[in-house]
Nanobody, 118 residues
Framework: QVQLVESGGGLVQAGGSLRLACVAS????????VGWWRQAPGKQREMVAA???????HYGDSVKGRFTISKDNAGNTVYLQMNSLKPEDTAVYYC????????????WGQGTQVTVSS
């Protein structure tokens, strides 16, 4: 099974930027959906940004205009450029791949911590 490895998290001041990367080990991301989710303490995990298999991109309402998802030409790395960061963006950020029939196969990375100080 593919492993997803995130990197790029850290501590940044409000208004700053970070770029996260998610690498799929051993193969490109499969047809389906690939994207970023986040979970803050005491809150449910929420979708941040994702590609669908049609190439369309979806963003969570709270990050529209500030975050940008992209992927490399090889198709095995997905990035999340985060600008104008706010303290409320503080969370563990996870990479997710959904693939297979009905996209029922869901793979998560281990997560990377993003902390935004005020």
């Amino acid at each position: 099974q593919v492993q997803l490895v995130e990197s790029g998290g850290g501590l940044v001041q409000a208004g700053g930027s970070l770029r996260l990367a998610c690498v799929a080990s051993g193969r490109p991301f499969r047809s389906g959906s690939v994207g970023w989710w986040r979970q803050a303490p005491g809150k449910q995990r929420e979708m941040v940004a994702a590609f669908s298999n049609t190439g369309s991109i979806h963003y969570g309402d709270s990050v529209k205009g500030r975050f940008t998802i992209s992927k490399d030409n090889a198709g095995n790395t997905v990035y999340l450029q985060m600008n104008s960061l706010k303290p409320e963006d503080t969370a563990v950020y996870y990479c997710q791949e959904r693939s297979g029939p009905g996209w029922g196969t869901i793979t998560w990375g281990q997560g990377t911590q993003v902390t935004v100080s005020s």
